[in-house]
DNA sequence: AGTTGACCTGGAGTGCACTCCAGCTTCTAC
DNA sequence: GTAGAAGCTGGAGTGCACTCCAGGTCAACT
Protein backbone atom coordinates (compact mmCIF):
# COMPACT_ATOMS: atom_id res chain seq x y z
CA UNK A 1 0.00 0.00 0.00
CA UNK A 2 1.20 3.44 -1.02
CA UNK A 3 0.44 6.70 -0.22
CA UNK A 4 0.16 10.20 -1.97
CA UNK A 5 1.65 13.49 -0.41
CA UNK A 6 -1.71 14.60 0.94
CA UNK A 7 -3.11 11.58 2.38
CA UNK A 8 0.32 10.93 3.80
CA UNK A 9 -0.21 14.49 5.29
CA UNK A 10 -3.71 13.76 6.45
CA UNK A 11 -2.42 10.69 8.19
CA UNK A 12 0.40 12.00 9.86
CA UNK A 13 -1.13 15.31 11.05
CA UNK A 14 1.54 17.29 9.16
CA UNK A 15 1.40 19.34 6.22
CA UNK A 16 2.56 18.87 2.38
CA UNK A 17 5.36 21.25 2.97
CA UNK A 18 6.80 19.69 6.48
CA UNK A 19 6.60 16.51 4.73
CA UNK A 20 8.67 17.74 2.10
CA UNK A 21 10.69 19.78 4.28
CA UNK A 22 11.57 16.85 6.46
CA UNK A 23 12.59 15.06 3.00
CA UNK A 24 14.77 18.01 2.48
CA UNK A 25 16.82 17.97 6.22
CA UNK A 26 16.90 14.23 5.87
CA UNK A 27 14.94 13.29 8.89
CA UNK A 28 12.49 10.99 6.66
CA UNK A 29 14.26 8.66 3.51
CA UNK A 30 12.70 10.15 -0.33
CA UNK A 31 9.73 8.06 -0.69
CA UNK A 32 9.11 6.17 -3.57
CA UNK A 33 7.89 7.66 -6.59
CA UNK A 34 5.26 6.49 -8.72
CA UNK A 35 5.34 7.02 -12.85
CA UNK A 36 5.06 10.23 -12.73
CA UNK A 37 7.15 10.99 -10.41
CA UNK A 38 5.02 11.52 -7.48
CA UNK A 39 6.25 10.49 -3.96
CA UNK A 40 4.31 7.21 -2.92
CA UNK A 41 4.71 6.81 0.90
CA UNK A 42 4.70 3.34 1.78
CA UNK A 43 3.67 2.20 5.43
CA UNK A 44 6.53 2.10 6.59
CA UNK A 45 7.11 5.68 6.13
CA UNK A 46 3.63 6.07 7.85
CA UNK A 47 5.31 4.34 11.04
CA UNK A 48 8.73 6.19 10.87
CA UNK A 49 6.49 9.58 10.52
CA UNK A 50 4.23 8.44 13.30
CA UNK A 51 7.23 8.08 15.55
CA UNK A 52 8.84 11.53 14.76
CA UNK A 53 6.11 13.50 15.79
CA UNK A 54 5.49 11.56 18.75
CA UNK A 55 9.35 12.40 19.26
CA UNK A 56 8.46 15.94 18.18
CA UNK A 57 5.26 16.06 21.02
CA UNK A 58 7.31 15.36 23.47
CA UNK A 59 9.58 18.49 22.21
CA UNK A 60 12.39 16.60 20.38
CA UNK A 61 14.74 19.28 19.09
CA UNK A 62 14.75 18.40 14.92
CA UNK A 63 18.89 18.18 15.66
CA UNK A 64 18.52 15.24 17.85
CA UNK A 65 15.59 13.48 15.72
CA UNK A 66 18.06 14.06 12.70
CA UNK A 67 20.58 12.21 14.81
CA UNK A 68 18.50 9.56 15.25
CA UNK A 69 17.51 8.88 12.00
CA UNK A 70 21.01 8.95 10.80
CA UNK A 71 22.18 5.96 13.58
CA UNK A 72 18.87 4.09 12.39
CA UNK A 73 20.28 4.11 8.97
CA UNK A 74 23.35 1.82 10.62
CA UNK A 75 21.01 -0.71 11.80
CA UNK A 76 21.55 -3.23 14.73
CA UNK A 77 24.91 -1.38 15.31
CA UNK A 78 23.75 1.49 16.34
CA UNK A 79 20.78 0.27 18.83
CA UNK A 80 23.00 1.45 22.03
CA UNK A 81 23.64 5.20 20.80
CA UNK A 82 19.76 4.72 19.72
CA UNK A 83 18.74 4.09 22.99
CA UNK A 84 20.98 6.13 24.54
CA UNK A 85 18.85 9.08 22.62
CA UNK A 86 15.69 8.26 24.06
CA UNK A 87 16.44 7.43 27.60
CA UNK A 88 18.25 10.96 28.15
CA UNK A 89 14.78 11.90 25.98
CA UNK A 90 12.56 10.11 28.31
CA UNK A 91 14.56 11.98 31.63
CA UNK A 92 13.74 15.22 29.47
CA UNK A 93 9.92 14.23 29.11
CA UNK A 94 9.32 13.20 32.55
CA UNK A 95 10.91 16.42 34.05
CA UNK A 96 8.90 18.19 31.78
CA UNK A 97 5.73 16.63 33.24
CA UNK A 98 7.11 17.55 36.25
CA UNK A 99 7.27 20.75 35.86
CA UNK A 100 4.25 20.51 33.68
CA UNK A 101 2.17 19.43 37.06
CA UNK A 102 3.62 22.07 39.36
CA UNK A 103 2.85 25.05 37.30
CA UNK A 104 -0.66 23.86 36.80
CA UNK A 105 -0.81 24.00 40.48
CA UNK A 106 -0.13 27.50 40.69
CA UNK A 107 -2.87 27.71 37.33
CA UNK A 108 -5.36 25.98 39.49
CA UNK A 109 -4.42 27.96 43.02
CA UNK A 110 -4.65 31.11 40.62
CA UNK A 111 -8.26 30.33 38.87
CA UNK A 112 -9.49 29.46 41.98
CA UNK A 113 -8.71 33.03 43.62
CA UNK A 114 -10.92 34.58 40.55
CA UNK A 115 -13.89 32.19 41.41
CA UNK A 116 -13.74 33.99 44.61
CA UNK A 117 -13.55 37.45 42.96
CA UNK A 118 -15.81 36.99 41.25
CA UNK A 119 -18.22 35.23 43.60
CA UNK A 120 -17.72 38.10 46.25
CA UNK A 121 -18.40 40.63 43.57
CA UNK A 122 -21.82 39.07 42.55
CA UNK A 123 -22.14 38.88 46.00
CA UNK A 124 -21.98 42.88 46.57
CA UNK A 125 -23.71 43.24 43.43
CA UNK A 126 -26.69 41.41 45.09
CA UNK A 127 -26.70 43.39 47.77
CA UNK A 128 -26.09 46.23 46.51
CA UNK A 129 -29.38 46.07 44.37
CA UNK A 130 -31.32 44.70 46.95
CA UNK B 1 13.43 45.96 49.46
CA UNK B 2 14.87 46.15 45.17
CA UNK B 3 16.80 44.44 42.97
CA UNK B 4 19.19 44.91 39.95
CA UNK B 5 18.72 43.69 36.79
CA UNK B 6 21.28 41.34 37.81
CA UNK B 7 19.86 39.64 40.77
CA UNK B 8 16.20 39.76 39.31
CA UNK B 9 17.32 37.66 36.21
CA UNK B 10 18.94 35.43 38.20
CA UNK B 11 15.63 35.36 40.77
CA UNK B 12 13.49 34.51 38.18
CA UNK B 13 15.77 32.69 36.04
CA UNK B 14 15.64 34.73 32.86
CA UNK B 15 18.43 36.76 31.09
CA UNK B 16 18.83 40.27 31.32
CA UNK B 17 18.59 40.50 27.97
CA UNK B 18 14.95 38.88 28.16
CA UNK B 19 13.84 41.03 31.05
CA UNK B 20 14.11 44.41 29.15
CA UNK B 21 12.84 42.58 26.33
CA UNK B 22 9.81 41.83 28.43
CA UNK B 23 9.78 45.22 29.53
CA UNK B 24 9.90 46.54 25.66
CA UNK B 25 7.17 44.13 24.64
CA UNK B 26 5.13 45.71 27.19
CA UNK B 27 4.99 41.81 29.09
CA UNK B 28 6.01 43.24 32.47
CA UNK B 29 5.98 47.19 33.37
CA UNK B 30 8.82 49.35 33.62
CA UNK B 31 10.50 48.89 36.95
CA UNK B 32 11.17 51.66 39.20
CA UNK B 33 14.94 53.16 38.41
CA UNK B 34 17.04 54.35 41.23
CA UNK B 35 19.06 57.52 41.56
CA UNK B 36 21.50 56.30 38.86
CA UNK B 37 18.72 55.52 36.01
CA UNK B 38 19.16 51.80 36.51
CA UNK B 39 16.08 49.64 36.90
CA UNK B 40 15.02 48.73 40.80
CA UNK B 41 12.78 45.36 40.35
CA UNK B 42 10.50 45.44 43.69
CA UNK B 43 9.43 42.23 45.43
CA UNK B 44 6.02 42.59 42.96
CA UNK B 45 8.09 42.84 39.76
CA UNK B 46 9.69 39.42 41.01
CA UNK B 47 6.47 38.04 41.47
CA UNK B 48 4.42 38.59 38.61
CA UNK B 49 7.64 37.45 36.51
CA UNK B 50 7.79 34.28 38.52
CA UNK B 51 3.91 33.98 37.32
CA UNK B 52 4.96 34.84 33.96
CA UNK B 53 7.72 32.41 33.89
CA UNK B 54 4.98 29.18 35.05
CA UNK B 55 3.00 30.59 31.92
CA UNK B 56 6.02 30.00 29.66
CA UNK B 57 6.77 27.10 30.72
CA UNK B 58 3.63 25.75 30.72
CA UNK B 59 4.06 27.02 26.92
CA UNK B 60 1.22 30.06 27.04
CA UNK B 61 2.69 31.99 23.79
CA UNK B 62 3.85 35.83 24.80
CA UNK B 63 0.35 36.89 22.89
CA UNK B 64 -1.52 35.83 25.34
CA UNK B 65 0.82 36.81 28.09
CA UNK B 66 0.71 40.33 27.17
CA UNK B 67 -3.29 40.48 26.85
CA UNK B 68 -3.60 38.74 30.37
CA UNK B 69 -0.75 41.44 31.49
CA UNK B 70 -2.96 44.09 29.85
CA UNK B 71 -6.42 43.47 31.44
CA UNK B 72 -4.59 43.12 34.81
CA UNK B 73 -3.60 47.08 34.48
CA UNK B 74 -7.40 46.91 34.40
CA UNK B 75 -7.80 45.87 38.02
CA UNK B 76 -10.88 43.84 39.13
CA UNK B 77 -13.28 44.95 36.62
CA UNK B 78 -11.28 42.48 34.27
CA UNK B 79 -11.14 39.21 36.64
CA UNK B 80 -13.39 38.03 34.55
CA UNK B 81 -11.67 38.01 31.61
CA UNK B 82 -8.80 37.30 33.29
CA UNK B 83 -10.08 34.04 34.71
CA UNK B 84 -11.37 32.99 31.55
CA UNK B 85 -8.25 32.95 29.50
CA UNK B 86 -6.39 30.57 32.42
CA UNK B 87 -9.19 28.39 32.36
CA UNK B 88 -8.40 27.84 28.62
CA UNK B 89 -4.66 27.64 28.83
CA UNK B 90 -5.41 25.01 31.79
CA UNK B 91 -7.19 22.99 29.22
CA UNK B 92 -4.11 23.20 27.00
CA UNK B 93 -2.06 22.11 29.45
CA UNK B 94 -4.19 19.42 30.64
CA UNK B 95 -4.27 17.84 26.54
CA UNK B 96 -0.39 18.76 26.56
CA UNK B 97 -0.27 16.54 30.06
CA UNK B 98 -2.27 13.79 28.42
CA UNK B 99 -0.25 14.12 24.78
CA UNK B 100 2.93 14.05 27.05
CA UNK B 101 2.21 11.06 28.88
CA UNK B 102 1.13 9.01 25.92
CA UNK B 103 4.25 9.73 23.83
CA UNK B 104 5.76 8.33 26.64
CA UNK B 105 4.23 5.40 26.83
CA UNK B 106 5.75 4.73 23.39
CA UNK B 107 9.24 6.15 24.21
CA UNK B 108 9.37 3.54 26.86
CA UNK B 109 8.00 0.74 24.51
CA UNK B 110 10.98 1.35 22.22
CA UNK B 111 13.68 1.99 25.09
CA UNK B 112 12.44 -1.88 26.28
CA UNK B 113 12.74 -2.79 22.39
CA UNK B 114 16.35 -1.54 22.35
CA UNK B 115 16.91 -3.37 26.03
CA UNK B 116 15.65 -6.70 24.56
CA UNK B 117 17.61 -6.15 21.38
CA UNK B 118 21.33 -5.21 23.28
CA UNK B 119 20.65 -8.29 25.81
CA UNK B 120 20.00 -10.53 22.44
CA UNK B 121 23.01 -8.88 21.17
CA UNK B 122 25.28 -9.43 24.00
CA UNK B 123 24.27 -12.90 24.56
CA UNK B 124 25.32 -13.46 20.71
CA UNK B 125 28.47 -12.34 21.60
CA UNK B 126 28.83 -14.40 24.88
CA UNK B 127 27.63 -17.75 22.67
CA UNK B 128 30.26 -16.77 19.85
CA UNK B 129 32.83 -16.14 22.25
CA UNK B 130 32.49 -19.44 24.34
C1' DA C 1 41.87 60.94 38.46
C1' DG C 2 41.53 56.67 36.40
C1' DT C 3 40.10 51.97 35.79
C1' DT C 4 36.75 48.51 36.19
C1' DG C 5 32.32 46.55 36.07
C1' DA C 6 27.39 46.90 35.91
C1' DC C 7 24.00 49.04 33.48
C1' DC C 8 21.85 51.90 29.73
C1' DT C 9 19.61 52.47 24.67
C1' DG C 10 18.16 51.43 19.96
C1' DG C 11 18.60 48.38 16.72
C1' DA C 12 20.30 44.34 14.33
C1' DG C 13 20.93 39.36 14.30
C1' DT C 14 19.90 34.40 15.49
C1' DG C 15 17.87 29.71 15.51
C1' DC C 16 14.12 27.00 15.06
C1' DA C 17 10.50 24.96 12.55
C1' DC C 18 8.08 25.54 9.38
C1' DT C 19 5.29 27.92 5.33
C1' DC C 20 4.66 30.07 1.06
C1' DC C 21 5.57 31.08 -3.73
C1' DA C 22 6.41 31.01 -8.86
C1' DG C 23 6.59 28.49 -12.55
C1' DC C 24 6.37 23.98 -14.30
C1' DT C 25 4.60 18.92 -15.12
C1' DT C 26 1.28 15.25 -14.90
C1' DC C 27 -2.89 12.78 -14.19
C1' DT C 28 -8.14 12.70 -14.30
C1' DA C 29 -12.61 13.88 -15.80
C1' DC C 30 -15.54 15.72 -19.01
C1' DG D 1 -8.23 17.88 -26.07
C1' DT D 2 -8.68 20.82 -22.58
C1' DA D 3 -9.70 22.40 -17.81
C1' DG D 4 -8.67 21.70 -13.26
C1' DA D 5 -6.65 19.41 -9.42
C1' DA D 6 -2.61 17.57 -7.42
C1' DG D 7 2.13 17.34 -7.36
C1' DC D 8 6.99 18.89 -8.51
C1' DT D 9 11.44 22.02 -7.56
C1' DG D 10 14.43 25.59 -5.62
C1' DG D 11 14.35 29.27 -3.03
C1' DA D 12 12.44 33.03 -0.30
C1' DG D 13 9.65 34.48 3.63
C1' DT D 14 7.46 34.07 8.32
C1' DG D 15 6.66 34.10 13.37
C1' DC D 16 8.33 33.33 17.63
C1' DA D 17 11.23 34.26 21.42
C1' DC D 18 14.90 35.69 22.39
C1' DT D 19 20.12 37.29 22.03
C1' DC D 20 23.78 40.18 20.80
C1' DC D 21 26.12 44.46 19.79
C1' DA D 22 28.06 49.23 19.63
C1' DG D 23 28.66 53.05 21.89
C1' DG D 24 27.63 55.43 25.90
C1' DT D 25 26.68 56.47 31.27
C1' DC D 26 27.30 55.85 36.13
C1' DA D 27 29.23 54.38 40.61
C1' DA D 28 32.75 52.37 43.41
C1' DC D 29 37.22 51.31 44.44
C1' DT D 30 42.64 52.37 44.35
Known amino acids: MTYAIAEAAHRSGLSIDTLRYYERIELIDPPARDSGG ?7 DLNWLAF ?3 LRTTGMPIKLMREYARLRHQGVASAAPRKRILERHRE ?7 DLRSCLDVLDYKIDNYERMCAAE ?5 EATA
Open 38 to 44: RRAYSDD
Open 52 to 54: LTR
Open 122 to 126: TTELR
Open 92 to 98: DVLARLA
